[in-house]
C-alpha cells in the first residue's frame, strides 16, 4: 500500500505570503491519480487540484500543483485570509484511494 | 448543481451495525459515469477512505474495513448506502459520501453526518 507524507504538519505564513506543501509517496504513482483538497473547519473537503495540476472547477489561479514520481507540490502564490486551511493530498491505487495526513496552514 | 446528502443515526452502540444513507441530486447515481464513496474523519484527525460503489460494478473497499463494510445504492431513490458492523469506539468520525470520478479524485461531497459509538 502506497503512504502518502505530507509536510510541514503546520505551516505558519502570513497573508500575501507564497505557501509550498510538499506530498511525498512512499514510491512512484502516477500523477494521473494525484489530487489535493482544501478543508475548512466544519466544512467537507474541497478539491483544488486534480491529476497533480489541474485546477478544479471555480478554484482561483494562485493555486497551483506539479510534481511526479514521489515528489507533489501545492502552491498558493498569495496567501489571501480564506486559504488558512487544512489541505490533503490524495492518490488512487491498486483499488484504494488513500489521503496524506494533511498540513495546517496557519497565520 | 450535484449535491449529496448524509443521513442515518448520530449514536450506534457498541457491537451493533452503523448505518448511512447518502441521498444524491443532480445527478444519476446508475449514469456509469462516476463510483460513489464514503470517506469517514476522527475528530482532529486525517481522512480514511472506506469504499466505493459503482452501478455495473462490485464495490471495493479500504482492506483495512473490508469484513465489517457494505455499500449497496439504490438506483430507484438515487442512494447508495454505507453498512458499518460490530463498531467500537474508534469508528466514531464524521462520514461523508462524495462522488468519485474515473481517476478516482472526489469531486463532490455531502456536509458530513457525525456518528458516535457509545452506550
Known amino acids: 500500500e502506497i503512504v502518502l507524507t505530507q509536510s510541514p504538519g503546520t505551516l505558519s505564513l502570513s497573508p500575501g505570503e507564497r505557501a509550498t506543501l510538499s506530498c511525498r509517496a512512499s514510491?512512484?504513482?502516477?500523477?494521473?491519480?494525484l489530487a489535493w483538497y482544501q478543508q475548512k473547519p466544519g466544512q467537507a473537503p474541497r478539491l483544488l487540484i486534480y491529476?497533480?495540476?489541474n485546477r478544479a472547477t471555480g478554484i482561483p489561479d494562485r493555486f497551483s500543483g506539479s510534481g511526479s514520481g514521489t515528489d507533489f507540490t501545492l502552491t498558493i502564490s498569495r496567501l489571501e485570509p480564506e486559504d488558512f486551511a487544512v489541505y490533503f493530498c490524495?492518490?488512487?491505487?491498486?483499488?484504494?484511494?488513500?489521503f496524506g495526513q494533511g498540513t495546517r496552514l496557519e497565520i | 448543481q450535484v449535491q449529496l446528502q448524509e443521513s442515518g443515526p448520530g449514536l450506534v452502540k457498541p457491537s451493533q451495525t452503523l448505518s448511512l444513507t447518502c441521498t444524491v441530486s443532480?445527478?444519476?447515481?446508475?449514469?456509469?459515469?462516476?463510483?460513489w464513496s464514503w470517506v469517514r474523519q476522527p475528530a482532529g484527525k486525517g481522512l480514511e477512505w472506506i469504499g466505493r460503489?459503482?452501478?455495473?460494478?462490485?464495490?471495493m473497499y479500504n482492506p483495512s474495513l473490508k469484513s465489517r463494510v457494505t455499500i449497496l445504492g439504490d438506483t430507484s431513490k438515487n442512494q447508495f448506502s454505507l453498512k458499518l458492523s460490530s463498531v467500537t469506539a474508534a469508528d466514531t468520525a464524521v462520514y461523508y459520501c462524495?462522488?468519485?470520478?474515473?481517476?478516482?479524485?472526489?469531486?463532490?461531497w455531502g456536509q458530513g453526518t457525525l456518528v458516535t459509538v457509545s452506550s
Open positions: 460503489f459503482y452501478t455495473s460494478g462490485s464495490p
Open positions: 514510491q512512484s504513482v502516477s500523477s494521473t491519480y
Open positions: 490524495q492518490h488512487y491505487g491498486t483499488s484504494v484511494i488513500t
Open positions: 491529476r497533480a495540476s
Open positions: 443532480g445527478n444519476s447515481i446508475s449514469s456509469g459515469s462516476y463510483w
Open positions: 462524495a462522488r468519485t470520478t474515473v481517476t478516482m479524485f472526489l469531486d463532490y
